[in-house]
């Protein structure tokens, strides 16, 4: 796959198998003007790379949020030009975050679709691991965390040893924990006791979007900042 370093180097046959769509649903969202053009290589075929993945991704992910193609339209037209696909990954990560926790029982071959490329079995070991799916008491079945797939099968391509994954994933999972009990703190010293209780989730709806998109935005710049000091670059 490539990296956002190198040419776009996928066909869009190879775009579509890994994104998990049809080739035909590839070339409707680029004459909508929801993908960029593919670099057009000798013999005149097109190449895509990875922003075009984390791209697809998003499209993904905002449908299953019940957003109409118009929507989706609108909300893609307003992200600023040039985002990278790491850019593009995180705006997907915030949109997940609006929906509720999900799973799914999946047998192997609709797992394998979803994930846009066949797991090898050190593969599915690696994902049971990492709690992003779990096993069935049925061969070949599964069950899935469908907001956490993509981010295992990127993981799985992270070339840093499986135990520090782990050690990151409870790192980030203590530290969160912490920050969402202090947060819930401080909105309940907002709601008075006489509020419903659909008064309290609907201020929860409201907010969690937007800490979330606070929340990454920290997170960002503290860990360029934190690599610059490791790299002992000099502040931009």
Known sequence: MATETEEPTLTVDELAARAGVTVRTVRFYSTRGLLPPPVIGPRRVGHYGQEHLSRLALIEELQHQGMTLAAIERYLERLPDGLSARDLAIHRAVVASWAPDSAAELARAELDRRAGRPLSGEDLDRMVAMGMIRETGTPDTYVVDLGLLRLGVQLLDVPIGHEA??????????????????????????????????????????????????????????????LREWLREPPV
Do not use: G
Request: proline share 2%; net charge neutral.
């Open 165 to 226: 994954i782990l050690a990151a994933r409870t790192v980030l999972v203590n530290h969160t924990r912490a920050a969402a009990r202090e947060l819930s703190l401080l909105f309940r010293d907002e709601v008075s006791e006489r509020d419903s209780l659909a008064a309290v989730r609907d201020l929860s709806a409201h907010m969690q979007p937007i800490v979330v998109q606070a929340l990454l935005t920290a997170f960002q710049r503290s860990l360029k900042e934190e």
